[in-house]
């Protein structure tokens, strides 16, 4: 079974920064797109940052020069570094990866089939 577990996250000030990461197993397609979700209440669940098998990073707007997205398939990990964070970054945030290839690999939750249960980041003014 595929499994992602997320970790990382926690209560910060706002400017300050976060590392989460998410742990793989169960999972082989290394140049599938793998990516970083979030979700507030009452917010649709949104693309925070992608990476394909090329190392490519295609960010949210919102987030475009203060996150980075990496991976280690070695260490079979998935990053997100957050730096100088907002109290609008507060919400739930997932991993999640792709089960087939694709062209390009984009922000839309419909192109991942594997989640991790999520780790809380909340950002306070």
């Known amino acids: 079974q595929v499994q992602l577990v997320e970790s990382g996250g926690g209560s910060v000030r706002a400017g300050g920064s976060l590392r989460l990461s998410c742990a793989v197993s169960?999972?082989?397609?290394?140049?599938?797109?793998m990516g970083w979700f979030r979700q507030s209440p009452g917010k649709q669940r949104e693309g925070v940052a992608i990476?394909?098998?090329?190392?490519?990073?295609p960010l949210a707007d919102s987030v475009k020069g203060r996150f980075t997205i990496s991976k280690d398939n070695a260490k079979n990990t998935l990053y997100l570094q957050m730096n100088g964070l907002k109290p609008e970054d507060t919400a739930m945030y997932y991993c999640a990866a792709a089960n087939r290839p694709q062209l390009f690999c984009g922000l839309g939750a419909a192109e991942y089939a594997y989640w991790g249960q999520g780790t809380q980041v909340t950002v306070s003014s």
């Open positions: 990476i394909d098998g090329d190392g490519l990073t």
């Open positions: 169960g999972y082989t397609y290394s140049r599938y797109c």
